[in-house]
């Protein structure tokens, strides 16, 4: 699947429930899904391929979040578009992100890093406390990272 064959457009009011049926399948933070935040990457017929989405937080962090892309469309470029849009759009620095420590590598491509909890804004602190908590047994690989885009 290239460009061709899908587009990256802002989301509309009709992406609303399709974002929130992808972001529960793929199994991430289903918080704060407001379409107007999104981007999406659509296939030729308008299907919702992937989405992404910029968060702004009450201590005025900005969080690169939600993306995703549907099971059987990976592999094919969307998350970078998604990605590589967003940034191009969101240009406010430092920007955020939430991952899994094994998806780190996916991310550094694009110039985040990751950071240490007195390096983080206090939203980041307080998740991070908390995901300290509630995955004390999580595998390799499968720990809360934050990273930063200066």
Not at 35 to 54: I, K, T
Request: charged share 20%.
């Amino acid at each position: 699947m290239h460009l061709a064959e899908y587009s990256i457009r802002k989301a509309t009011p009709e992406d609303s429930l399709p974002i929130r049926a992808l972001i529960h399948a793929v199994r991430i933070n289903p918080m704060s899904l407001d379409w107007r935040h999104f981007v999406v990457a659509v296939d030729l017929s308008g299907g919702l391929l992937g989405c992404g989405q910029v968060k702004v937080h009450s201590d005025g962090s900005h969080e690169l979040a939600s993306i995703a892309v549907r099971e059987s469309a990976r592999g094919k470029g969307i998350a970078r578009a998604v990605i590589e849009t967003l940034l191009e759009s969101e240009t406010f620095r430092p920007m955020y992100l939430m991952c899994r420590s094994r998806l780190e590598p996916l991310y550094a491509r694009f110039g985040f890093q990751p950071v240490q909890v007195n390096e983080m804004p206090p939203y980041f602190q307080r998740l991070h406390r908390l995901a300290r908590l509630l995955n004390a047994n999580a595998g390799p690989g499968n720990h809360l990272s934050v990273m930063r885009l200066d």
